[in-house]
């Protein structure tokens, strides 16, 4: 029998909202598994979370930096939201990003091994900082996006100096048409999907292993209603439409206005800009994102400490 520990099931509730109860049975039911006992708890109607994510606990900065039709962005993470208002690491985080547009570099491994105007590699530069400010710094991810005509747009959600903060996103807007107006455009769905969290850019683009997770959910949802199979499957591919809409960036409502399609929002701004108007590809960054900060016994670290005193 699977031993099911205190933390997986505030794990589990955390993420589903279901009780203590439900939640340790959806755990021993399905082995520890916490993505199948997600969906056994959906299944059996018992969470209301549609989707698993991750809790937010490392900090640090998102960095982004933009040249030409080419932007970069990097998750540089510290310890503490202190160190992240420190200028030193600010600057550190903002030339990591900058280095990586000027090279085009969206390889961890490469970039910490680029050398800085100083000479010194990232890794070292990191190392340094770690030195000076004591905390533990690590370069997390980085990113490329670019386009052939047009421009990567960005946005950084309560930025806490230029190009930085806990949220950031890149847009890539391919158009022949006036750049300002691309550029303006390209923002504000940049700004959406701050907002609306897309996972895909397009219908085609939607993983195909998360969509069949999905299409069983809603199955097994709709066949406990009794209705015919035909029926059932018109219930099913409806359910799927909706979450087309809801990570989906193109079939997305346009948060700006509350009422336009994301793909509609696209061929209004063609008309506005007088050219053809394409997004090609986007990249969000949230601090953190899918890393939990190991948590602490309070008392266990005083004892630790009285023992070793």
């Known amino acids: 029998m699977t031993n099911i520990t205190a933390d997986q099931i505030k ?20 082995a520890g598994n916490m993505d199948n006992a997600i969906d056994w708890l959906r299944k059996k109607g018992l969470s209301a979370a549609a989707k698993k994510s991750g809790r937010i606990a ?3 900065l998102v960095a982004i930096a933009v040249e030409g039709t080419k932007g970069a962005i990097i998750e540089l993470n510290s310890e503490t939201d202190f160190v992240a208002r420190n200028e030193q690491f600010q ?7 900058e280095l990586a547009v000027r090279h085009s570099i ?11 105007g100083h000479g010194k590699t990232i890794a070292e530069e990191v190392t340094g900082a770690v030195a000076t400010i ?20 960005s946005y ?5 100096a230029p190009g930085m903060g806990k949220i950031g996103i890149l847009v890539g807007v391919e158009s022949n048409g006036d750049l300002n107006k691309v550029e303006a455009f390209g923002r504000q769905i940049a700004m959406h999907i701050a907002a609306a969290r897309p996972e895909a850019l397009s219908v085609a683009d939607v993983d195909a292993a998360r969509l069949d997770r999905e299409r069983a959910v809603y199955r097994e949802q709709a066949q406990a209603s009794g209705k015919p ?43 506005d800009i007088g050219a053809p108007v394409k997004i090609t590809g986007f990249i969000a960054y949230r601090l953190g994102e899918g890393i939990e900060k190991a948590q602490s016994d ?8 009285a023992a070793n005193a």
């Open 298 to 305: 309070f008392a266990a670290e005083v004892k630790a400490a």
């Open 229 to 271: 199979p035909e029926v059932i499957e018109k219930m099913v591919e409806g359910r799927i439409r909706k979450y087309y809409e809801e990570v989906v960036l193109l079939e997305q409502m346009f948060v700006i206005d509350g009422k336009t399609k994301i793909s509609a929002a696209v061929a209004n701004a063609a008309k």
């Open 134 to 153: 004591g905390e533990n710094i690590n370069l997390r991810r980085a990113a490329i996006l670019g386009v052939t005509h047009g421009i990567v747009a």
């Open 91 to 97: 600057q550190l985080a903002g030339s990591i990003a």
């Open 11 to 30: 794990t589990l509730r955390e993420t589903t909202g279901a009780g203590m109860l439900d939640c340790r049975k959806a755990l021993t039911e399905n």
């Open 106 to 116: 969206g390889d961890v491994e490469e970039l910490k091994n680029s050398k800085t």
């Open 58 to 60: 490392a900090e640090g």
């Open 156 to 160: 950084v959600h309560n930025a806490v």
